[in-house]
């Protein structure tokens, strides 16, 4: 739709039923944005796995999505506070459930058990790219089907999940884990 149409719009819609504009906004952004491809926040996942022989399979990117209710929550919160708490968002973990992940989400559906990876941040490409990188050793044999991002080395609060195709491991096995949550402007 042209901005000229919308801005007028916007602004009949201001004089005559004030309040309008942000429940129309809401409801672009909520419901009209993601068919667009338009989301404020957008994550995906990429695997490399390197088998105990020692060959490389490298997966691209596995899984995008949005991040969870928790996460978005949590933001809103400490934009309102002193105090930051984004940088805690660094444990990796990862599993073998296969439901589907869903912005309500607030745990892995089946973890591994083993010890969560401390993940290395760093921007991304672009300055709007937080990005976090982590490799697990694979103690047991698995057949890894989700990751999830947390605050946390034990429980904590979840960030994203994400669901994909099975990864086969074994002992001694690693899968490095890359992270990214686009963080977009405007609008």
């Known amino acids: 739709m042209d901005k000229r149409i919308l801005s007028k719009l916007a602004l009949w819609l201001r004089r005559k039923h004030p309040g309008t504009v942000v429940r129309m906004r809401d409801f672009w952004i909520g419901w009209i944005a993601p068919l667009y491809g338009i989301v404020p926040l957008y994550a995906s996942l990429s695997a490399v796995v390197k088998r105990a022989d020692g060959t490389v399979e490298d997966l691209g990117i596995i899984s995008t999505h949005a991040v969870t209710d928790v996460f978005v929550q949590q933001l809103v919160d400490t934009l309102k506070a002193s105090v930051a708490a984004f940088s805690n968002y660094k444990y ?69 999940r994400s669901v994909f195709m099975a990864i086969g491991v074994v002992a001694n096995d690693q899968i490095t884990f890359t992270y990214q949550l686009v963080c977009a402007s405007g609008g």
């Open 92 to 160: 990796h973990d990862s599993g073998t459930g296969i439901i589907a992940e869903a912005v309500g989400d607030t745990t892995l559906g089946t973890p591994t058990g083993e010890a969560r990876d401390i993940g290395t941040q760093a921007e991304g490409a672009t300055a709007n790219i937080y990005k976090s990188v982590a490799t697990h050793t694979y103690a047991g044999t698995f057949s890894i089907t989700e990751h999830g991002l947390f605050n946390l080395a034990v429980v904590g609060n979840l960030m994203d």
